[in-house]
């Protein structure tokens, strides 16, 4: 394997302003704001937060809700600035973080076919060349002219995959979406991520599956409360994890 480092993140703190009152409409907020009655309470959803991925391995991020997973992933994509450290990036990422994202719901999904290529950086011609493979993945050729709002979380998943899986990403972010497919998409999904490890495609992946997380990746983070709780071989962080929430 490549000891390249692909993503590099040092003392990374994430930091949210929350209200601690509640203001109902965009008026009340913009007059409590000007009247400085609106005050809010400082909450760090990450607490130096420090690991290395280096080219090939596959990352399984785990902790229960509220841990900082998905912020996590949001801050590598660029997506959140840190507070506090630094995250450095090397290569091309394909980030699933978000069902819908890049897709208009109005939109048919042949045409978000297309929109959403050319949010990843890819051509009108390249996605025309590789618009069969798209569909033929996603198995969606029924619906293929219907509007993404009419999609299930499930086909919204599939298509969302497809593309960004089309080409293989230096580095692929996958948080959570693959859990609202069916049993066989999910493994359909499994066995394309694997083939793209083994063709040195960096993964970092977020998943409530235990189960997943062993049968994809080599290491794991487990993060409690935004604070760094172990990492290392996914096999020891998983079985100290499960340990853990069985106490």
Not at 88 to 107: Q, R, W, Y
């Amino acid at each position: 394997m490549d000891d390249k480092i692909m993503v590099d993140v040092r003392d990374v703190t994430i930091q949210f302003n929350l209200a601690n009152q509640k203001v109902d409409n965009l008026k009340e907020y913009f007059i409590k704001l000007v009247k400085r009655e609106l005050m809010f309470q400082e909450f760090l959803a990450l607490k130096n937060v420090s690991f290395q991925v280096r080219k090939g391995e596959a990352w399984g991020i785990v902790g229960t809700n509220g841990s900082g997973k998905s912020t996590l992933l949001k801050a590598i994509c660029g997506i959140l600035k840190p507070y506090k450290g630094s995250i450095s990036i090397h290569g091309t990422v394909a980030p699933l973080i978000e069902l819908g994202a890049g897709f208009d719901g109005n939109m048919t999904a042949r045409e978000n076919i297309f929109l959403n290529g050319c949010v990843l950086g890819h051509s009108e011609k390249y996605m025309k060349e590789h618009f069969d493979e798209i569909v033929d993945f996603a198995e969606l050729w029924d619906f293929l002219d219907s509007p993404i709002k009419n999609y299930s979380s499930g086909m919204k998943a599939r298509l969302g995959f497809s593309v960004a899986t089309m080409v293989r990403p230096q580095i692929l972010i996958v948080d959570e979406i693959l859990a609202v497919g069916d049993y066989k998409f999910r493994k359909k999904c499994e066995k394309r991520m694997n083939e793209m490890l083994s063709h040195g495609t960096t993964l970092l992946y977020v998943s409530h599956s235990i189960e997943d997380v062993l049968n994809i990746c080599d290491h794991a983070l487990w993060l409690d409360h935004g604070n760094v709780v172990m990492k290392g071989a996914a096999d020891e962080i998983c079985s100290a994890y499960m340990n853990a929430q069985n106490t």
